[in-house]
């Protein structure tokens, strides 16, 4: 019954029938981050969903306590992992009329991205391919090379990953 409803509705393999059923009723009958085209967690809030534009297999706020705000636009590249209590905060107050919100650049993060728990990616920021946000960290500037560790508060590379295994990883995992 399971595999017919996965393939009939085009449901994730990767999550349970329980997580769709609490989405269809925050987001259908609540309406609670309606807009999104995307199952979420029922605790995630996506302001401005029209601004994400997503790669394959990106779900941004199917963790737990997720806060994305796209008003200046997010571009999240494939199979990218955001983990639970992320804030991805594209906008930010004016400095003298806190009324007021800044344009700011778009955020960018590549593909094969992981964002850790409780980190924080501020406006402005890219970030390239294979970049990994630990646990914590609050990334206030960008890292467009990739294929590299961050940490810390404010965000710095704390170690780098072999580019040539990342490539192949992702040629043979899922360009089949």
């Known amino acids: 019954m399971k595999k017919?409803?996965?393939?009939?509705?085009?449901?994730?393999?990767?999550?349970?029938i329980n997580f769709y059923l609490a989405d269809f009723f925050f987001r259908k009958i609540l309406r609670q981050n309606a807009d999104t085209h995307w199952a979420l967690h029922y605790t995630s809030k996506v302001i401005k969903p029209q601004n994400i534009q997503r790669g394959k297999g990106v779900y941004p706020g199917d963790s737990p306590a997720n806060?994305?705000?796209?008003?200046?636009?997010?571009?999240?590249?494939?199979?990218?992992?955001?983990?639970?209590?992320?804030?991805i905060i594209s906008s930010n107050?004016?400095?003298i009329d806190n009324s007021k919100m800044t344009i700011d650049?778009?955020?960018?993060?590549?593909?094969?991205?992981?964002?850790?728990?409780?980190?924080v990616i501020l406006p402005g920021v890219e970030l390239g391919n294979f970049t990994i946000v630990g646990a914590g960290a609050v990334v206030t500037k960008s890292f467009p090379?990739?294929?590299?560790v961050l940490g810390g508060i404010p965000a710095g590379i704390i170690n780098y990953l072999d580019k040539d295994a990342c490539n192949q990883f992702s040629q043979t995992k899922y360009n089949k």
């Open 4 to 16: 017919l409803l996965q393939n009939i509705f085009k449901l994730r393999k990767d999550v349970g």
């Open 105 to 119: 650049s778009p955020i960018r993060i590549g593909s094969f991205c992981w964002i850790g728990m409780n980190a």
């Open 145 to 148: 090379e990739g294929h590299c």
């Open 67 to 87: 806060f994305i705000d796209a008003s200046n636009g997010i571009y999240i590249g494939d199979y990218t992992n955001i983990g639970p209590n992320v804030g």
């Open 93 to 95: 107050h004016d400095c």
